[in-house]
């Protein structure tokens, strides 16, 4: 999806352009210009200081945008030594949340902000660069441009220092606009040469972005011819183009088919432009404009020319291009490793030689000489029997050309760069070439060519794989209907009583929401880490307080009263097996996607090496029982880490029990685990009734007697808050239907809240026997009065058959045959009024009650 | 002079029959959501409300639907689901349909559910990674939405109890916690015939758990049976004749009023008050209409009850041998001595012998191997019973065994057994005839 690409995807090579300038006062070599390049696709983008730059971010939507100061290369780092100094802009979307208001109205879509804020960092590595990109500084009266010729193009009008948003200082706007120009004039050079169809401002890497774009654009414009040019000139174009206009298509396509397949000459046209990296079809273009180059023979010499000589090339070039279009619109789809620059350069070196066909043997033979090229030649030699057709030998020719440009290149290097560079190139061409061959070969009759086939070399031990989402999200699709709002006061009253609906504050709770602030706020600014252990029953508000507590601290570190943290939680429910709760500590931290045991490697690295200055991390794990293992290393290693003095961890547990530490830990566990302890005693009556109160703040709903009622109830069976939101809720419904009859607004009374308690806690076991036939009931009869004969609490089915028959008897009613009987039982022993033995047992299953004999009496008497 | 014009009328009653049959068969035997509810409106209504705020409000809840095999659970929650379909909702809310039988543990109810909620194209290449992925996976998928956006889930956990058995509850667990959280509004219906079940679930699961329950308990009179009787055997008034229908229906008015049937009814109604078995007495009643009998009769009926309520074990007892017949008898007998301790085939084969030699006219001395084999055709049928598992090397004779006849049951089937030889009988009546 994203535009940019950064270094995860597409491994990309920096090299320094030009003389280092030492740097006396830091010991540091600086440079001017910094040269990137792609290995999958070899364009190279040259950014020089002073331009504006994007830099790799967390988003790849949208990467950090800067202004590049300096660039050096730091000896005293162990990797990325090329570094480069920045001064940062900022996206409206970077800026905090609780700040983004300052701003007053909408931001611009591509507006960002200069980030006047001194205490950043702005020492990055330029591995993290990923191109230029345009900037516009705006007047803060100057209104955003409407029409947008690129949607690149970011906007500055603000600065932003981290308290409010300022208009850029004059002298700073004045600046900006200075290095706009600069910039697009740094870039015009390549420009003029390059993009004629496109605006001069346009910059290198939007180039590259919109090739796609370009390219639609430059063959559209290429169909309509233009002005004849110089008759050199126009001799190439009528040359080179005849072959592939569309009415002498056929003969080509013939002569295509005489060689291996239709379609073929043009794809190893792509495949032999895809190859060369940018700088040197640069280097190309320009020797096409050359007189030298008109004498190919000699192109060891080509002396280096000046900045006048580009206007004519490119007016050349330009020509040269337009004759070219079929090839080009095939280039279009294979977009990924072309750029128009390339094939304008390209393009105007081809005519050039075909011009001398002559000289081409000459130089081939010359060639083999060149070391790096051995396996070319093995390859042009092999060919040379099938050098039949036009098509076939421009392509041959594109090639030499090609190595040629490298030559050439190399010798254009400053000497101070040159074993440098030039083992780059060995890693990006030496290795492309000799596949090069195989390649086409075996692929000569395959229709399409994909685009990983396309990128010579570099990648070619991992296959490239259909991009597939990796972070796919997840997501119920969403509802057609809009969903209602309340309308009555009983409904808000529902929403609000629901267990989910977040209250501003947790009532009854201030305590332990202090203790617990001041635990995690301590170990924040002390820098160090620590494990508290949490307990209560279900019900009591731990998760939630936690969850609010670490609310407190996000919005604190907001304002910078607390050092910014990391907070990753896990459930013990929600993981299938303990040791899974690395994979998803890790996963939440770094977004790796690992095996357990490798991301337990991974995690005891990053806690116990001693790393560089990171922020602390929170951790946060929920029903901490479930990941006891019998050896208990996943608990050992959550409570070991914080005692590393580099980890910086606080890991805060929640359990049940209180004395789980004890219980079921080891020693060397729960030596760990520490003694910061914290149990949440089950709410009393009066905090029950103020949680109610709290949440149903300004609505009337309740009677006052009936929250103190549902809260003594629930208070004196578990404490447990959910109960008592849900008593509640279930009371406002019972409300509601007895006041649909007679319409008047309801208001739930203390009735209504004992219906609902009585429902939800109502044995239902009377209820069932009240129900039962006669039969069941019977039956039931029958092992009460086989217990009470017995004096045992069991008997088995034939002592109870036996004891109902006679039951049956005394009171003159048919009895039921055995298997009547059976069915009862074991109908009444499927809802578990009685436990019964598995029915295999027949008369000798043993029969038990699941209720008291009590329960049993009273609901049988009732009747 | 009516069976001829029942004669006359052959042809055509043939096909309505067929009919009759089909529509009856129909309605007893599948659960359709099209019949009537009977005794269980109220409970109707707070279901329904229920689904309407979840699917209307997206309020997320958590119900459980209790009561005994066969008292209408599903009936109740397909009809729900098939009136909140019929509403403007339609298009609004998704199902889940799982069942504790089929989805046996969390692994394989996490793909059942994300194959259900069509997610399964979002996880990309693989269809379906690790049982912890798919955990996450969905969870990420519940935990995106929220209450506003977000199309309510309606998660239906049929034989509830069994998923109680999952490692952890973990499904349970994480069910109930996003039906209260502000997550993707679920609604989560249990239905189960356990009473206990909420002892069932774990602490952390029952705290989740919002206590509402919806009891099933065949709460009816029997006035409210005679009724759902007429109306379940009663054809609808769309029934293609209009003429065999009426004099149908008021035939079964008539059954309804009849004394003989309403004593039927009252039976079948006193051992067991669940629909089902209501079905099953109409069922084996509606074989018997024919084409020269086209109507329902009380004889009927009673027929049906009587099979109904046979005792499958005297049933067998009918088909047993002479000797095997003389067998059980020497078990009971020795029961009656012994006081209920096991016997062996030794035991037996004496007690037996006893009787061939003192008494016995017409029974035949048979020698050891065959009364062993009828002994351990006793044994197949289950009849009797090894008191433990037998082992190879332990000897048939002395294994020891224990009856699975009640001496009520053995009287009752040697008097209807066919045939029986008089000295066998009188055997039976007294163990000590025979001195």
């Not at chain 1, 977009?335 to 011009?355: C, D, F, G, Q």
């Not at chain 1, 034939?798 to 009987?821: D, F, K, N, W």
Request: net charge positive; hydrophobic share 35%; glycine share 4%.
């Amino acid at each position: 999806m994203t535009p940019y690409s950064t270094r995860q995807k597409t491994r990309q090579i920096y090299s320094w352009v030009g003389r280092p300038l030492l740097d006396r006062q830091l010991h540091y070599q600086t440079y001017k210009e910094i040269s990137m390049k792609t290995r999958s696709c070899p364009t190279e983008i040259r950014i020089q200081v002073g331009q504006f730059v994007l830099i790799e971010g967390d988003d790849d939507e949208k990467p950090y945008v800067a202004k590049l100061i300096e660039l050096f290369e730091d000896d005293s780092k162990l990797h990325f030594k090329k570094r480069a100094r920045v001064q940062w802009f900022v996206r409206f979307s970077e800026v905090p949340l609780s700040k983004q208001h300052l701003l007053g109205r909408k931001p611009h879509k591509q507006e960002i902000f200069w980030y006047d804020y001194p205490a950043c960092n702005n020492n990055i590595s330029a591995e993290t660069i990923i191109g230029p990109v345009e900037i516009v500084a705006l007047a803060a009266d100057e209104m955003f441009p409407v029409d947008l010729k690129h949607e690149k193009t970011l906007f500055v009008k603000l600065s932003w220092n981290e308290k409010n948003f300022k208009p850029l200082s004059l002298e700073l706007l004045a600046e900006l606009k200075k290095l706009q120009r600069v910039n697009s004039i740094c870039q015009k050079p390549l420009e003029a040469k390059t993009m004629t169809q496109e605006s001069p401002s346009l910059t290198t890497a939007e180039h590259v972005v919109k090739r796609i774009e370009s390219s639609h654009s430059s063959s559209k414009s290429r169909q309509t011819p233009t002005h004849p040019v110089t008759p050199n000139a126009r001799k190439r174009l009528e040359l080179n183009d005849c072959p592939r206009t569309p009415n002498t298509r056929i003969s080509q396509q013939t002569s295509c088919v005489a060689l291996g397949s239709p379609g073929r000459t043009k794809r190893k046209a792509v495949f032999l432009e895809s190859t060369s990296p940018y700088k040197k079809s640069q280097l190309d273009g320009v020797k096409a404009s050359s007189p030298v180059l008109k004498v190919p023979g000699k192109t060891g010499e080509v002396p280096y020319f000046c900045a006048e000589d580009d206007k004519k090339s490119s007016s050349e070039c330009q020509m040269t291009l337009r004759t070219r279009v079929p090839t080009l619109k095939i280039m279009e789809t294979e977009e990924s490793s072309l750029s128009p620059v390339r094939r304008n350069k390209r393009s105007s070196v081809v005519p050039s030689v075909i011009l001398k066909p002559g000289k081409i043997e000459k130089r081939e033979a010359k060639e083999p000489e060149a070391g790096s090229e051995a396996t070319i030649t093995s390859h042009r030699i092999h060919r040379k029997s099938a050098l039949l057709t036009l098509s076939r030998i421009r392509q041959h020719l594109w090639l030499l050309e090609d190595k040629k440009g490298d030559q050439e290149e190399e010798e254009f290097m400053p000497k101070a760069e040159v074993s440098d560079l030039s083992s780059e190139e060995e890693d990006t061409s030496t290795p492309s070439l000799p596949r090069r061959n195989p390649q086409r070969q075996s692929r000569i009759l395959q229709p399409s060519l994909s685009p990983s086939m396309q990128t010579p070399s570099k990648t070619p031990k991992k296959p490239v794989k259909p991009r597939t989402p990796r972070h796919a999200t997840p997501q119920i699709r969403s509802r057609n209907l809009a969903a209602q709002e309340p309308a009555s006061v009983l409904e808000e009253a529902r929403l609000r009583l629901h267990v989910s609906a977040v209250p501003e504050s947790l009532p009854c709770r201030e305590q332990e929401f202090q203790d617990i602030y001041n635990f995690v706020e301590s170990k924040l600014l002390d820098r160090t880490g620590g494990c508290m252990y949490i307990s209560g029953v279900p019900g009591t508000g731990k998760t939630a307080t936690v969850h609010e507590v670490i609310r407190c601290l996000k919005q604190a570190a907001q304002t910078d009263d607390v050092p910014s943290f990391q907070y990753v939680e896990v459930n013990g429910m929600k993981l299938t097996e303990p040791h899974q709760v690395y994979v998803q500590i890790l996963q939440k931290l770094t977004g790796q996607k690992v095996t357990a045991n490798h991301a337990a490697e991974l995690l005891a690295k990053r806690f116990c090496t001693r790393g560089s200055s990171r922020e602390t991390t929170v951790l946060l794990v929920d029903e901490l029982d479930l990941l006891w293992t019998h050896k208990q290393d996943v608990l050992y290693n959550l409570f070991d880490w914080p005692t590393h003095k580099e980890a910086r961890l606080v890991v805060l547990t929640i359990a049940n029990t209180m004395d789980l530490p004890e219980r079921i830990l080891m020693n060397r566990v729960s030596s760990r685990l520490g003694l910061t302890r914290m149990s949440f005693q089950p709410y009393t009556h009066n905090q029950l009734k103020q949680i109610l109160v709290s949440r149903l703040k300004h609505i009337k709903a309740f009677e006052d007697d009936a929250m103190q009622l549902v809260a003594r109830k629930v208070a004196a069976l578990s404490g447990d808050a959910r109960r008592c939101l849900d008593i509640c809720r279930r009371a406002t419904e019972i409300c509601e239907l007895d006041h649909q009859k007679n319409d008047s607004p309801g208001l739930v009374t203390v009735a209504h809240l004992m219906k609902a308690v009585d429902e939800m806690f109502s044995s239902s076991f009377i209820t069932a026997i009240k129900n039962a036939s006669v039969l069941e009931q019977g039956f039931l009869r029958a092992i009460l009065a086989e217990f009470r004969q017995s004096g045992l609490e069991e008997a088995t089915f034939q002592q109870i058959y036996t004891q109902h028959v006679a039951l049956c008897r005394m009171e003159g009613l048919p009895y039921p045959t055995m298997s009547e009987t059976m069915a009862v039982c074991s109908r009444l022993g499927s809802c578990r009024l009685l436990l019964v033995e598995s029915s295999r047992n027949d008369l000798l299953l043993r029969v038990r009650l699941n209720v008291s004999q009590d329960d049993v009496l009273y609901a049988l008497k009732e009747e | 002079m009516s069976n001829r014009k029942s004669k006359n009328n052959n042809l055509i009653h043939a096909e309505c029959l067929l009919q009759v049959q089909r529509t009856l068969r129909e309605r007893f035997c599948h659960q359709s959501p099209h019949g009537n509810l009977f005794g269980i409106q109220v409970q109707y209504k707070h279901l329904i409300e229920l689904l309407k705020r979840t699917a209307i409000y997206g309020e997320s809840n958590s119900v459980l639907i209790i009561g005994p095999r066969g008292s209408g659970k599903t009936l109740l929650i397909n009809h729900a689901l098939k009136e909140l379909m019929e509403i403007e909702v339609s298009e609004n809310v998704l199902q889940v349909h799982l069942n504790g039988l089929l989805q046996i543990n969390d692994k394989i109810a996490l793909k059942e559910i994300t194959r259900q909620l069509n997610l399964e194209n979002v996880v990309g290449d693989k269809v379906f990674g690790s049982f912890a992925e798919n955990l996450s996976f969905l969870l990420d998928a519940l935990r995106k939405g929220d209450r506003i956006s977000s199309c309510p889930v309606i998660f239906v956990l049929d034989e509830f109890d069994l998923f109680v058995h999952h490692k952890n509850q973990t499904l349970l667990y994480n069910l109930f916690d996003i039906s209260q959280s502000a997550q993707t509004p679920v609604a989560v219906i249990g239905l189960t015939c356990r009473l206990d079940i909420l002892e069932l679930l774990e602490k952390r699961v029952k705290s989740r758990f919002s206590h509402r329950q919806i009891h099933l308990m065949n709460s009816f009179g029997f006035p409210q049976y005679i009724k759902i009787f007429k109306e379940q055997l009663s054809l609808p008034a769309e029934f293609p004749d209009k003429l065999f229908a009426e004099k149908w229906n008021e035939n079964v008015q008539r059954l309804s009023e009849d004394r003989s049937v309403q004593e039927v009814l009252q039976k079948q109604f006193n051992v067991s008050k669940n629909l089902r078995s209501l079905h099953m007495l109409l069922m084996l009643a509606l074989h018997r209409i024919t084409a020269s009998h086209p109507f329902m009769t009380s004889a009927d009926l009673m027929e049906a009850n009587q099979l109904c309520s046979m005792d499958s074990k005297a049933n067998i007892v009918h088909g047993l041998s002479v000797l095997e017949i003389c067998l059980i008898i020497a078990m009971k007998h020795l029961n009656d001595i012994y006081e209920e301790e096991p016997f062996n085939f030794q035991m037996v084969y004496n007690e037996f012998q006893k009787f061939v030699q003192r008494k016995a006219h017409s029974v035949y001395n048979f020698e050891k191997p065959v009364v062993m084999k009828a002994f351990e055709h006793l044994q197949q049928l289950e009849l009797i019973k090894p008191m433990e598992r037998t082992s190879v090397n332990s000897q048939r004779e002395y294994q020891l065994m224990k009856l699975l006849l009640d001496n009520t049951q053995i009287m009752n089937a040697l008097q209807k057994y066919p045939n029986c030889p008089t000295d066998v009988r009188q055997w039976a009546t007294s163990s000590l005839s025979w001195l």
